[in-house]
C-alpha cells in the first residue's frame, strides 16, 4: 500500500489540481477507460515551471498489524522526509505534461478507476488498486490548486486478515520562485 500511495502521491504533486464536476465517463458505459482518463487529465490546468518545496504528512494512519509506537514512527518519517526533500525543479515541459503522469501512475499501479471528475480547475477520483497483499484496496483522492501550490489528499483502505489498513496522506508543493541550480530535476 505505502508502495502504491508514495508512487501516486509523486505523480499527482507534479500537476496541479483541484475538484471539479464534469463526468469523466465520456460513453456512459459505466466505466473510465484509460483513454477517457487521459482525455479527462488533459483538461486540468497543470503548475508553472519553477522551483518547488513539497510537504508530505501521514493525516491517518490504522494497521492492526502494527503497534501504536510503530504507526507513531512511520508518520514521524513521513514528516521528516517532507523537511528532508531538496527542492524540485519542474520544467516547462513538465509543466505541460499536466496529468499525463497520473494516468501511467494508474496503468503501472495495477489500478481501475471507479470515478473520476474533472474541470480545469481539477480532479476528483475513486480508485480500486491491488494492495501488497493481493486485496483490492479503495483508493480516494481530492486535489487542489491555485497553479504555484497544490494539494492533494489522498485516502487508501485495504483490506487485511487482521481488519482494514487505512491511510490518509496529504502531500503539497509551493512554488518558490525560478529554478536554481540547488534544486533537483526528475
Do not use: H, W
Request: proline share 4%; glycine share 10%; aromatic share 2%.
Amino acid at each position: 500500500m505505502f508502495r502504491f500511495v508514495t508512487t501516486a502521491c509523486a505523480a499527482l504533486t507534479l500537476a496541479a489540481c483541484s475538484s471539479g464536476s464534469e463526468d469523466v465517463d465520456a460513453d456512459g458505459d459505466g466505466k473510465v477507460s484509460a483513454e477517457e482518463a487521459e482525455a479527462a487529465m488533459a483538461k486540468v490546468r497543470p503548475l508553472e515551471p519553477g522551483e518547488y518545496t513539497m510537504s508530505m504528512e501521514i493525516v491517518e494512519l490504522t494497521d492492526p498489524t502494527m503497534s501504536e509506537e510503530e504507526v507513531a514512527q512511520a508518520k514521524q518519517f513521513f514528516s521528516a522526509m517532507s523537511g528532508m526533500a531538496p527542492p524540485r525543479c519542474l520544467s516547462e515541459e513538465e509543466a505541460k505534461e499536466g496529468m499525463m503522469g497520473v494516468a501511467e501512475t494508474i496503468q503501472n499501479g495495477d489500478c481501475t478507476i471507479d470515478s473520476l471528475t474533472s474541470s480545469e480547475d481539477g480532479m476528483e477520483g475513486a480508485m480500486t488498486c491491488k494492495g501488497e497483499n493481493g486485496n483490492d484496496a479503495k483508493v480516494n483522492m481530492t486535489t487542489t490548486s491555485t497553479g504555484t501550490e497544490s494539494e492533494m489528499t489522498m485516502n487508501v483502505v485495504e483490506p487485511t486478515a487482521d481488519g482494514d489498513r487505512t491511510v490518509t496522506m496529504k502531500v503539497g508543493m509551493t512554488r518558490t520562485g525560478d529554478c536554481t541550480q540547488g534544486a533537483t530535476a526528475p
